[in-house]
């Protein structure tokens, strides 16, 4: 699919501080260009606020100019406050009635891609989600075009970085923000296919193949497949790159459609907003996205979005069931609200397969996952989690990985793993390997967003290719409760941008 039509509008790059062919101009910098230093400084002569607040002011250029200045910065801050600004420019400018906005995007000696991070701000705030965008079509934009105008040689190049990036965020959104019907697993395949004709494809649907080759996902789909509209789907999507691989990124996305805890409900008001427990899934499809936008030449990726629904109903898994993984392992169920481990369990570990099978050069697994309410109280809002396992700790994956995501705007604190993470899940009883999880809430378990880590890495058999195995595999876990976008705010599409900058870039 063209990109244009992923976009939020027409999207251009201005190359001068033109008047025609937009109606107000958004500055978010202090520094302005020398045309707009004297009406800038007049405002600021006579408004104390006036690098504080925002304004929409007449200037000498003939357009208005609104005026959202990046907030003072401490050494603390990060370039997401030039997104924000950039964001609230935007904001303002919509609601002041104006359709074509020419956005002067600031330079930075402190943060090197800020360029590109603004017009990510500014596009972001253009997103319409995708239920008024069918349903009400003449709401489909916000805006009829923006321009930006980057003061940088690499300007074009940021351009098309920014669009490539942001159709991919877009489509994250689109999944992870879509209502609970919208956004059920067989419309999740049919938005996907169209999307991805130059990958290649693979559905899961069939309830006796599920069963059989996925009985973690199918425990959680039991209920939910009893709604004919609401079957889960297992979606793979590969890229083999022209040349040799020299790498291979294997994603995995959590993609609860809706998660009411299952038969262990989420009582007392917590359900609501559920349906953004697929964001994990999202991020691999907007992933993928610019997987086959940007083709790398010698790159394999494959992703796997696990669509399911934690529904309630007589069909229901329960606390007590025991369940054998995929790779053979008994699992006693502890919470049905812990559904995400199991909806990913197996996937992950046919990642696994297909790296030892296929002999994958240089294969690094992820899962990705709205995964626990401990990584949003311990990372806070805005704050993506990385979980390296023994292997990828040792190329210290985490820190490179948290490194880019600062540059970029999307912020990672770094769990290590330990013992004791595994020690929480060992057996109880004769006849059970592994427990899936204690009867309370992330939030109250010490060590809530480690240890599904490590529930993953035993259930799957992962725990047998460590750092002194025949065969080491990299794993890590992203748990993305904290930063993927609570309502009322939109989904953010966390961590793609710095995950293609870790992964698909050098
Ligand atoms: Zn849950």
Same mark, same amino acid.
């Given at each position: 699919?063209?990109?244009?039509?992923?976009?939020?509008?027409?999207?251009?790059?201005?190359?001068?501080?033109?008047?025609?062919?937009?109606?107000?101009?958004?500055?978010?910098?202090?520094?302005?260009?020398?045309?707009?230093?004297?009406?800038?400084?007049?405002?600021?002569?006579?408004?104390?606020?006036?690098?504080?607040?925002?304004?929409?002011?007449?200037?000498?250029?003939?357009?208005?100019?609104?005026?959202?200045?990046?907030?003072?910065?401490?050494?603390?801050?990060?370039?997401?406050?030039?997104?924000?600004?950039?964001?609230?420019?935007?904001?303002?400018?919509?609601?002041?009635?104006?359709?074509?906005?020419?956005?002067?995007?600031?330079?930075?000696?402190?943060?090197?891609?800020?360029?590109?991070?603004?017009?990510?701000?500014?596009?972001?705030?253009?997103?319409?989600?995708?239920?008024?965008?069918?349903?009400?079509?003449?709401?489909?934009?916000?805006?009829?075009?923006?321009?930006?105008?980057?003061?940088?040689?690499?300007?074009?190049?940021?351009?098309?970085?920014?669009?490539?990036?942001?159709?991919?965020?877009?489509?994250?959104?689109?999944?992870?923000?879509?209502?609970?019907?919208?956004?059920?697993?067989?419309?999740?395949?049919?938005?996907?296919?169209?999307?991805?004709?130059?990958?290649?494809?693979?559905?899961?649907?069939?309830?006796? !193949?599920? $069963?059989?080759?996925? @009985?973690?996902?199918?425990? *959680?789909?039991? =209920?939910?497949?009893? +709604?004919?509209?609401?079957? &889960?789907?297992?979606?793979?999507?590969?890229?083999?790159?022209?040349?040799?691989?020299?790498?291979?990124?294997?994603?995995?996305?959590?993609?609860?459609?809706?998660?009411?805890?299952?038969?262990?409900?989420?009582?007392?008001?917590?359900?609501?907003?559920?349906?953004?427990?697929?964001?994990?899934?999202?991020?691999?499809?907007?992933?993928?996205? !610019?997987? $086959?936008?940007?083709? @790398?030449?010698?790159?394999? *990726?494959?992703? =796997?979005?696990?669509? +399911?629904?934690?529904?309630? &109903?007589?069909?229901?898994?329960?606390?007590?069931?025991?369940?054998?993984?995929?790779?053979?392992?008994?699992?006693?169920?502890?919470?049905?609200?812990?559904?995400?481990?199991?909806?990913?369990?197996?996937?992950?570990?046919?990642?696994?397969?297909?790296?030892?099978?296929?002999?994958?050069?240089?294969?690094?697994?992820?899962?990705?996952?709205?995964?626990?309410?401990?990584?949003?109280?311990?990372?806070?809002?805005?704050?993506?989690?990385?979980?390296?396992?023994?292997?990828?700790?040792?190329?210290?994956?985490?820190?490179?990985?948290?490194?880019?995501?600062?540059?970029?705007?999307?912020?990672?604190?770094?769990?290590?793993?330990?013992?004791?993470?595994?020690?929480?899940?060992?057996?109880?009883?004769?006849?059970?390997?592994?427990?899936?999880?204690?009867?309370?809430?992330?939030?109250?378990?010490?060590?809530?967003?480690?240890?599904?880590?490590?529930?993953?890495?035993?259930?799957?058999?992962?725990?047998?290719?460590?750092?002194?195995?025949?065969?080491?595999?990299?794993?890590?876990?992203?748990?993305?409760?904290?930063?993927?976008?609570?309502?009322?705010?939109?989904?953010?599409?966390?961590?793609?941008?710095?995950?293609?900058?870790?992964?698909?870039?050098?």
């Amino acid at each position: 699919m063209g990109l244009e039509k992923l976009l939020p509008c027409t999207v251009t790059l201005s190359k001068i501080l033109a008047k025609s062919g937009h109606d107000v101009l958004c500055v978010i910098d202090r520094a302005v260009p020398n045309e707009l230093a004297e009406v800038f400084e007049e405002h600021r002569s006579y408004d104390k606020a006036f690098d504080s607040v925002v304004s929409c002011f007449k200037s000498n250029l003939g357009l208005p100019v609104i005026y959202a200045p990046v907030q003072e910065l401490t050494d603390y801050d990060d370039v997401r406050c030039y997104q924000k600004a950039a964001a609230q420019s935007l904001q303002r400018a919509i609601k002041s009635g104006f359709k074509a906005p020419l956005l002067v995007v600031p330079n930075s000696k402190r943060f090197s891609q800020v360029e590109l991070c603004t017009v990510l701000g500014a596009l972001e705030e253009l997103y319409v989600p995708i239920q008024l965008r069918e349903e009400v079509p003449e709401k489909k934009k916000r805006i009829s075009s923006l321009s930006v105008l980057i003061n940088n040689p690499n300007a074009e190049k940021i351009m098309k970085d920014a669009l490539v990036l942001e159709s991919a965020r877009r489509i994250a959104r689109d999944i992870g923000g879509g209502d609970p019907e919208r956004m059920a697993p067989p419309l999740v395949e049919a938005y996907i296919e169209p999307l991805f004709a130059n990958l290649s494809v693979t559905v899961i649907s069939d309830v006796d !193949v599920l $069963s059989n080759e996925y @009985p973690l996902f199918e425990a *959680v789909n039991r =209920a939910a497949n009893c +709604v004919e509209r609401h079957q &889960g789907r297992i979606i793979f999507l590969e890229y083999k790159p022209p040349k040799p691989a020299r790498k291979t990124v294997m994603l995995v996305g959590k993609g609860v459609t809706y998660d009411t805890g299952g038969a262990d409900i989420k009582a007392g008001g917590v359900m609501a907003g559920m349906s953004r427990d697929k964001c994990g899934a999202a991020a691999v499809a907007g992933f993928m996205h !610019v997987v $086959s936008e940007q083709k @790398p030449e010698d790159i394999h *990726v494959i992703g =796997a979005l696990c669509m +399911v629904r934690n529904s309630v &109903g007589e069909e229901c898994y329960v606390s007590d069931e025991i369940i054998t993984s995929r790779a053979g392992v008994r699992v006693r169920i502890g919470n049905t609200d812990a559904e995400g481990r199991m909806c990913m369990a197996d996937v992950l570990c046919r990642m696994k397969e297909m790296a030892i099978e296929r002999d994958l050069p240089n294969a690094h697994i992820f899962t990705i996952a709205t995964l626990t309410g401990h990584a949003f109280i311990s990372a806070g809002e805005g704050q993506s989690i990385i979980v390296d396992n023994s292997v990828a700790a040792k190329e210290d994956h985490a820190r490179k990985l948290q490194a880019a995501g600062q540059t970029y705007g999307e912020p990672f604190e770094v769990s290590v793993l330990r013992q004791c993470d595994f020690d929480f899940n060992a057996p109880k009883v004769l006849g059970e390997d592994v427990v899936q999880s204690n009867s309370a809430p992330s939030v109250r378990t010490p060590r809530g967003h480690q240890v599904p880590a490590a529930f993953l890495i035993k259930v799957t058999g992962l725990d047998k290719h460590g750092v002194d195995s025949k065969k080491p595999l990299k794993y890590t876990h992203l748990d993305i409760a904290g930063s993927a976008g609570e309502y009322p705010n939109m989904p953010t599409a966390a961590p793609i941008v710095a995950l293609v900058k870790t992964h698909l870039i050098d």
